[in-house]
């Protein structure tokens, strides 16, 4: 079965750093488009960076560009999100997603549960 797992959420500071991992399994990873989605209580869930299967292409939301970094290592069916200078407005929880087949620019068709990011003093 399709699974994928977030992890490394937690509490940091304004201007403070964390990366998000997401292990993947029960699919071809490395044929995959990967994505970042975050949603806030009451809020809709909103693309926060997508990665193209080999890596060479990515796009972001406004809101993050210049902080957030995504990228993936097909050996270890791993994509990451690099987060930098995290503001209290990127307090969310984060989802991992997976499109398996299709174009890049539709949604996924995986979701993982989700990792809780609070950027707070």
């Known amino acids: 079965q399709v699974q994928l797992m977030e992890s490394g959420g937690g509490l940091v500071q304004p201007g403070g750093s964390l990366r998000l991992s997401c292990a993947a399994s029960g699919f071809i990873f490395s044929t995959a488009v990967m994505s970042w989605y975050r949603q806030a209580p009451g809020k809709q869930r909103d693309l926060v960076a997508r990665?193209?299967?080999?890596?060479?292409?990515?796009n972001y939301a406004d809101s993050v560009k210049g902080r957030f970094t995504i990228s993936r290592d097909n050996a270890k069916n791993t994509v990451y999100l690099q987060m930098n200078s995290l503001k209290p407005e990127d307090t969310a929880v984060y989802f991992c997603?997976?499109?398996?087949?299709?174009?890049?620019?539709?949604?996924?068709?995986?979701w993982g549960q989700g990792t809780l990011v609070t950027v707070s003093s």
């Open positions: 997603g997976a499109r398996r087949s299709g174009n890049y620019y539709l949604l996924p068709d995986a």
């Open positions: 990665i193209a299967s080999t890596g060479g292409y990515t």
